[in-house]
């Protein structure tokens, strides 16, 4: 079980470039979920996925940000126009999801630096 | 939306200490808590966890203590080691929803 894989682990873009984000969950695992982390904000959340459907996207800035899953074996986050307030690790996690066990699986997370 | 806030940003104590982490909730429908760690380099991952069908919950040295009346819930981690350094997130979700929001961590360092 390799865990949650994340690529790429850094990504510099310029300011109002496009920026792609990918998750492989865990196999099995049914819940897919983003989130950011920032000194100043912490852990946000952003959306999540159950069965590569949308269920909660109450987190995502509407404008530029989007996020898709479409298979189970991988999810993406894009970030249109990005600017320097964006930069922040994103982080994926998984989980069985529906059972006795909603522990989160997280990867180790897309350092986004944007200049 | 449901709001957790983590009272101590930073936390140092000796090793062999106890050391005490304390959050709190704004939701009352909040029904589940559980707590991750992050070590230097690494990423988030489970320690334990509370249902608030119970007020106490201990793993070795980790008891998590929930008090739903004041919506408040704290990690204490009894005879603490060198590796016990890390940050740590409490967390909590509203029954039936699998949306899990964090505080936003508190780093402990355990000093010789």
């Known amino acids: 079980n390799a865990g949650v894989i994340q690529t790429p682990r850094h990504k510099v873009t310029g300011k109002g470039q496009e920026a792609t984000l990918w998750c492989e969950p865990i196999?099995?695992?049914?819940?897919v979920f983003w989130y950011r982390q920032t000194i100043v904000q912490g852990l946000e959340f952003l959306t999540y996925?159950?069965?590569?459907?949308?269920?909660?996207d109450s987190g995502m800035p509407k404008e530029r940000f989007s996020a898709q899953m479409p298979n189970q074996s991988h999810s993406t986050l894009k970030i249109q126009s990005t600017q320097p307030q964006d930069s922040a690790v994103y982080l994926c996690?998984?989980?069985?999801?529906?059972?006795?066990?909603?522990?989160?699986?997280f990867g180790h997370g897309t350092k986004l630096s944007v200049l | 939306g449901e709001k957790v806030e983590q009272h101590e940003s930073t936390l140092s104590v000796r090793e062999g200490d106890s050391a005490v982490i304390n959050c709190t909730y704004t939701?009352?429908?909040?029904?589940?808590f559980p707590w991750y760690k992050q070590e230097a380099g690494k990423s988030l991952h489970f320690v334990i966890d509370?249902?608030?069908?119970?007020d106490r919950k201990q793993s070795q040295r980790l008891i998590v203590l929930l008090d739903k009346k004041a919506k408040r819930f704290s990690l204490h981690i009894t005879a603490t080691q060198p590796e016990d350094s890390a940050i740590y997130f409490c967390?909590?979700?509203?029954?039936?929803?699998?949306?899990?929001?964090f505080g936003a961590g508190t780093k402990l360092t355990i000093k010789p």
């Open positions: 996925f159950r069965n590569q459907a949308p269920i909660d």
């Open positions: 939701d009352t429908a909040s029904s589940y």
């Open positions: 509370i249902r608030s069908n119970v």
């Open positions: 996690a998984s989980s069985l999801a529906g059972g006795a066990d909603e522990r989160l699986f």
């Open positions: 967390a909590a979700s509203i029954y039936g929803n699998e949306k899990i929001t």
């Open positions: 196999s099995g695992h049914s819940a």
